[in-house]
């Protein structure tokens, strides 16, 4: 997996529209989020993982609860994440569930978990691959090869999870392992010893 762009719109922290650049943080192959408490670094992640899974990271609460409470009301909250997931470059777009005002007369509207896939194809030119939530969530996991919860523990050691890795059962530690870790050359030798 390669992140390429992310785009947070009155998502969590960031009320306004924000974008990380990946590709140019990434030039010198590796990089560090460092900022002080309350500066976004958890909020960029969670919308990695919002974008991917269609569900945060951390132990947030629902949909909900990932607008920023800064945010213009007007404005609708989204995260679009371009990535190369097995050699293919995705743009995935979320908007969760979320309140807007009504376009016309007074009061609010519930709009749903709104989801868009496409793959960005040479030349410029795109293919949808999804506008459902649960086809999105079922293709992205494939592609992926994590689960949310696997993803979570592995991917985003950095916010928590690391205790959770070192307490987990030695099957299921291995089962993540196998998966992340070409081991089939090793697995062999050791069924040939």
């Given at each position: 997996?390669?992140?390429?762009?992310?785009?947070?719109?009155?998502?969590?922290?960031?009320?306004?529209?924000?974008?990380?650049?990946?590709?140019?943080?990434?030039?010198?192959?590796?990089?560090l989020?460092?900022?002080?408490?309350?500066?976004?670094?958890?909020?960029?992640?969670?919308?990695?993982?919002?974008?991917?899974?269609?569900?945060?990271?951390?132990?947030?609460?629902g949909?909900?609860?990932?607008?920023?409470h800064h945010?213009?009301?007007?404005t609708?909250?989204?995260?679009?994440l371009?990535?190369?997931?097995?050699?293919?470059?995705?743009?995935?777009?979320r908007?969760?569930?979320?309140?807007r005002?009504?376009?016309?007369?007074?009061?609010?509207?519930?709009?749903?978990?709104?989801?868009?896939?496409?793959?960005?194809?040479?030349?410029?030119?795109?293919?949808?691959?999804?506008?459902?939530?649960q086809?999105?969530?079922?293709?992205?996991t494939?592609?992926?090869?994590?689960?949310?919860?696997?993803?979570?523990?592995?991917?985003m050691?950095?916010?928590?999870?690391?205790?959770?890795?070192l307490?987990?059962?030695?099957?299921?530690?291995?089962?993540?392992?196998?998966?992340?870790?070409?081991?089939?050359?090793?697995?062999?030798?050791?069924?040939?010893?």
């Open positions: 997996m390669r992140l390429h762009r992310l785009e947070m719109t009155a998502f969590l922290a960031f009320p306004g529209r924000e974008t990380v650049d990946f590709d140019a943080l990434s030039e010198a192959g590796l990089f989020l460092q900022g002080p408490t309350g500066a976004g670094k958890s909020s960029v992640l969670d919308a990695v993982c919002f974008a991917l899974y269609g569900e945060v990271a951390s132990e947030r609460p949909g909900e609860a990932l607008r920023s945010a213009d009301p007007g609708p909250t989204s995260v679009v371009e990535v190369t997931l097995q050699g293919r470059r995705l743009r995935i777009e908007h969760p569930a979320q309140e005002p009504k376009r016309r007369g007074e009061g609010t509207v519930t709009d749903p978990h709104r989801v868009t896939v496409s793959e960005l194809l040479p030349g410029g030119a795109t293919r949808a691959l999804s506008s459902s939530p086809e999105a969530g079922i293709e992205l494939e592609l992926i090869g994590l689960r949310r919860e696997q993803f979570r523990q592995v991917v050691l950095p916010q928590g999870g690391f205790a959770q890795v307490h987990a059962d030695s099957s299921e530690r291995e089962t993540l392992l196998r998966r992340l870790f070409d081991v089939e050359r090793f697995s062999r030798v050791e069924f040939w010893l």
